[in-house]
């Protein structure tokens, strides 16, 4: 039975590992906009949905470029 504190392994060529690890600037000036839009409360649905996705994703990408600080670390 699978548990929900079991670990995952991902395998990721480290070619595109550099995408990975950062939003694409337009993807950055994005969620920025968002983000100071989101402080004023004038975000759609839809836009906080977007936003929400934007900030796991680059939450993804710091963790990411964590583990390979880590692995790289003597």
């Not at 990975?20 to 839809?46: C, F, K, P, Q, W």
């Not at 990408?61 to 003597?74: F, K």
């Amino acid at each position: 039975m699978v548990q929900a504190t079991d670990p995952v392994t991902l395998t990721i060529p480290r070619t595109v590992l550099s995408d990975i690890v950062s939003l694409s600037a337009e993807l950055s000036d994005r969620m920025h906009d968002l983000l100071e839009r989101n402080t004023d409360g004038r975000l759609s649905t839809v836009e906080q949905r977007e936003l929400e996705t934007l900030v796991r994703v680059a939450e993804f990408g710091q963790i990411v470029s964590m583990a390979l600080r880590t692995q790289a670390s003597p």
